[in-house]
């Protein structure tokens, strides 16, 4: 099992120029989601979704949209990127059966906006 | 506020030693805890979970207090793998969601 995967592991944009990251996870986890980092704060959750067709805003969804295009993928859209996106992108899938809330992380996006 | 605080250290110690650090939470509604490592760049990986009655793994001991809002990591006879940042990291139960404190950073030196 690849566990979660993310593409591309980095990227460079210009201001306004917009871009899609991939995230697919071969655990069969019904809820998925997007985390920046940035330096000094924690983990922000971006989007998630708990389960195959639906999706929610976290913490600091203005300007992100995501799509659930089936069970394992769940992507991440910048429409018109600003340097102040520049951060590190992390999906992660999480199964809620049974009481497990682990959350598996992909290596993660490296995105600076120039 | 932040909802997850956590002395951002580092806490620079010798092989050997016994390490130990907290971090605070403010939504009272938290429910599950938990201790994740991320090494330098990459992504975070579950430690452990954290029990009410507080719980051990190996070298690794968490604890919650769920009075005083607070939960606590001691690592016993550090080695150089345990060198990282601890991310302390709530749950509300309502929506699953996870609160991330910024990390703790611990360097083990020979």
């Known amino acids: 099992n690849a566990g979660v995967t993310q593409t591309p592991k980095f990227q460079v944009l210009k201001t306004g120029q917009s871009m899609t990251l991939q995230c697919a996870q071969d655990?069969?986890?019904?809820?998925m989601y997007w985390y920046r980092q940035d330096p000094g704060m924690g983990l922000r959750l971006i989007y998630y979704?708990?389960?195959?067709?639906?999706?929610d805003k976290g913490e600091v969804p203005n300007g992100y949209n995501v799509s659930r295009l089936n069970k394992r993928e769940f992507s991440l859209r910048l429409e018109s990127a600003a340097p102040s996106q520049t951060s590190v992108y992390f999906c992660a899938s999480t199964d809620r059966v049974f009481q497990n809330y682990e959350q598996y992380f992909g290596p993660g996006t490296r995105l600076t906006v120039t | 506020r932040k909802e997850v605080e956590q002395d951002p250290g580092p806490f620079n110690v010798p092989e050997g030693a016994t390490v130990a650090f907290n971090c605070t939470y403010s939504?009272?509604?938290?429910?599950?805890f938990f201790w994740y490592r991320q090494d330098c760049r990459k992504e975070p990986k579950l430690l452990m979970s954290v029990y009410s009655s507080g719980n051990e793994d190996g070298r690794f001991t968490a604890q919650l207090n769920r009075a005083s809002q607070y939960i606590s990591l001691l690592i016993r006879d550090s080695k150089l793998s345990d060198s990282a940042t601890y991310l302390c990291v709530v749950m509300r139960y309502n929506d699953y969601k996870l609160s991330f404190g910024a990390g703790t950073t611990v360097t083990v030196r020979a």
């Open positions: 655990m069969n986890h019904n809820s």
């Open positions: 939504n009272s509604a938290s429910q599950s």
């Open positions: 979704s708990a389960s195959e067709g639906t999706t």
